[in-house]
């Protein structure tokens, strides 16, 4: 199968899928997928962060909650989206330090980092405890048992990050 990005049509992927007719004719079978925002391989860490993540910061300080995941098979390249390496800034790290710069005086930043496996939910901060996660009254999800963690700055979100990786 071969995935294609169409550049005119950012929110749309394309898969092209080798087929066989019964009489043994080779065809291809595309199939699009839709998503809110679609980026190729060439893009750097911070081109995906600017085009993902930066509005949310907006979203925060207005009251509002972000969450910013990543999913994918392994190898897909989350790790290093999320992380960075090789002098590219991981998402995390672009997303606390504009948190940061933006937060006001006497306000302070907590985190929690859990992992979704198998069906399962897992609190990377708290020995890889297994979560429940439970619908209330008033119809929000929350994460049962989920630590929070207050962060000082970047340097020691990402050493919580770390932790949890």
């Known amino acids: 199968d071969v995935l294609a990005c169409n550049p005119e049509n950012p929110n749309v992927i394309c898969m092209l899928e080798p087929k066989h007719k019964v009489d ?3 065809y291809i079978e ?4 839709t998503y809110d925002l679609v980026l ?8 995906v962060y600017e085009a993902s993540c930066l509005r949310l910061i907006d979203t925060v300080f207005a009251g509002g909650c972000a969450t910013v995941f990543a999913y994918g098979q392994t190898g897909s390249g989350k790790t290093f989206t999320m992380l960075g390496k090789g002098g590219q800034e991981g998402l995390y790290l672009q997303a606390a330090k504009d948190l940061y710069n933006n937060l006001p005086e006497g306000y302070s930043i907590k985190v929690s980092f859990f992992e979704i496996y198998g069906g399962k939910l897992f609190d990377l901060l708290n020995e890889r405890e297994k979560l429940e996660c439970r619908e209330d009254g008033k119809g929000t999800i929350n ?3 989920l630590t929070e963690h207050n962060v000082d700055d970047t340097d020691h979100l990402m050493q919580v990050i770390d932790y949890g990786n």
């Open 40 to 47: 190729d391989e060439k893009k750097s860490n911070r081109e």
């Open 30 to 33: 595309r199939h699009n997928f």
């Open 143 to 145: 994460v049962c048992g």
């Open 24 to 26: 043994l004719t080779p």
